[in-house]
């Protein structure tokens, strides 16, 4: 089992920055491909990056990838997704997803994610 608790969440203004902290108990982590999603009022979740066990290998949606970076420090146990230059379109619960696996190329797939933290709320304003 893993267990995830995302944080860093909150209200930042048009062109700001923020970094979410996606902190993990477990043993299995450090094996874990770790992604971000984020849902908006009203609309569907979507994935925004995703990084394989090693932190080797990442992806990152198209609207956010000259934007947000994905990292992760597995001596800390903990994923990041540092976010710049804010717009109001990345108002959202920013949500963090896990699903054991070593293999190199990481899934962007929400299906496939096993284990799933309650989220952050990030408020950009315009």
């Known amino acids: 089992q893993v267990q995830l608790v995302e944080s860093g969440g909150g209200l930042v203004q048009t062109g700001g920055s923020l970094r979410l902290s996606c902190a993990a108990s477990g043993r299995t982590f450090n094996n874990c491909t770790v992604a971000w999603f984020r849902q908006a009022l009203g609309k569907d979740r979507e994935f925004v990056a995703t990084?394989?066990?090693?932190?080797?290998?990442?992806s990152h949606a198209a609207s956010v990838r000259e934007r947000f970076a994905i990292s992760r420090d597995n001596a800390k146990r903990t994923v990041y997704l540092q976010m710049n230059r804010l717009k109001p379109e990345d108002t959202a619960v920013y949500y963090c997803?896990?699903?054991?696996?070593?293999?190199?190329?990481?899934?962007?797939?929400?299906?496939?994610?096993?284990?799933w933290g309650r989220g952050t709320k990030v408020t950009v304003s315009s």
């Open positions: 997803a896990a699903v054991v696996s070593l293999a190199g190329v990481p899934t962007r797939w929400e299906n496939e994610y096993d284990f």
């Open positions: 990084i394989n066990w090693d932190g080797s290998m990442v």
